[in-house]
């Protein structure tokens, strides 16, 4: 089959939404049909549907199938078993074939309409378009947790969006095609972008009530997240350097075991003081241990850092005047 190149892919992630799914095609093609949609692109308008089934044990796949054949811009990808919604956006993402993708709850929560709005935005001179869900539909114990997270992410990052984890996303091609994402990192998609050059921005969007089934997402996010947060920020801060992090710990760790023991054997030597019912002596000896440990994991981790071809150091705006295959080696068309 020949690759089309459409204009817009639209990436679902979806577990166990089969009861939303007739709705929600039906609302994206409803959306897709607007008049003011089609007038922000300059060739005719096309776009594909990309339904991710995350490994759905309910009818989601069955309310596809019967869809599908009738349905020519929908297509599907099934995972064998639940991965997570990280791992549907990529497969997305790979799959996607059009200049500009959006991303969208299969839950109803967001709205297809909104989206030709936040194209326009994008028209504004951004790569990246997150919705804001200003007024959050959802219960009290979702809503505090995502403030707090959203603050945290704020304060360590000074990226200045009010919701990160916004599930209806426009973006460029060019930045969902150098996004590599694992664990839960899907939230923190914003940051990766931001730390990569790409201009991004976020629109307030309309937020519904999940309608039919449940969320998706327990009291374990909490841990996850704090984990994901933990790598986005090394990965953005120090991927490239990581003897700056823990050759620093190390040094610091190394140097107060070294003064402490110093102390303890000048105390023994000057003064005949005993050593070993002194805990200090141990404290002394665990941050020598632990320095030398931290060091070493530096410079196991720039030896990985060199070695590893796929973080490269810089991300590329354009280029100009190079061969179509050059071009491509720097994730531009030319
Ligand atoms: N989702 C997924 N895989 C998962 C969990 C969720 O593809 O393991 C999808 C889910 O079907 C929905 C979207 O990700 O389309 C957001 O999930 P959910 O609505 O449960 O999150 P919430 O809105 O409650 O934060
Ligand atoms: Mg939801």
Request: proline share 4%; aromatic share 10%.
């Amino acid at each position: 089959m020949a690759i089309i190149n459409y204009q817009l892919s639209i990436i679902v992630p979806l577990f166990n939404e089969g009861e939303s799914l007739p709705d929600l095609i039906g609302q994206l093609y409803a959306a897709m049909a607007e008049k003011e949609l089609h007038a922000l692109f300059v060739e005719p308008f096309s776009f594909e549907i990309i339904l991710v089934d995350d490994g759905s044990t309910d009818d989601s796949c069955k309310v596809i199938g019967r869809m599908i054949h009738s349905m020519p811009e929908l297509r599907l990808i099934s995972f064998q078993r639940n991965f997570g919604k990280t791992a549907a956006l990529s497969a997305g993402f790979m799959a996607a074939t059009g200049d500009l993708v959006c991303t969208i709850d299969a839950d109803l929560q967001d709205d297809p309409f909104a989206i030709k709005g936040m194209i326009r935005k994008l028209h504004e001179g951004y790569d990246l378009v997150s919705g804001w869900k200003q007024e959050r539909k959802d219960p009290l114990s979702k809503t505090l947790p995502s403030k707090l997270f959203n603050g945290v992410t704020r304060m360590f990052t000074g990226i200045t969006l009010h919701d990160f984890n916004c599930g209806l996303k426009v973006y460029r091609k060019e930045v969902t095609r150098r996004l590599e994402l694992h664990g839960d990192m899907h939230r923190y998609i914003p940051v990766l972008a931001q730390w990569m050059g790409f201009r991004i921005t976020e629109l307030p969007v309309e937020h519904r009530a999940r309608k039919f089934g449940t969320t998706k997402y327990g009291s374990s996010r909490f841990f996850s997240g704090l984990f994901d947060f933990l790598s986005v920020l090394f990965i953005t801060r120090y991927l490239r350097r990581p003897m700056h992090f823990f050759g620093m710990a190390g040094l610091l760790s190394f140097l107060s075991g070294f003064i402490i023991s110093l102390y303890i054997t000048l105390d023994k030597i000057l003064l005949n003081k005993p050593v070993s019912n002194r805990p200090i002596l141990f404290l002394g000896i665990l941050l020598l241990i632990l320095g030398v440990q931290l060091f070493s994991t530096g410079l196991l981790g720039e030896m990985l850092s060199t070695s590893s071809s796929k973080a490269d150091a810089f991300a590329v705006r354009e280029t100009n005047n190079l061969t179509p295959g050059e071009a491509k080696k720097f994730g531009t068309t030319d």
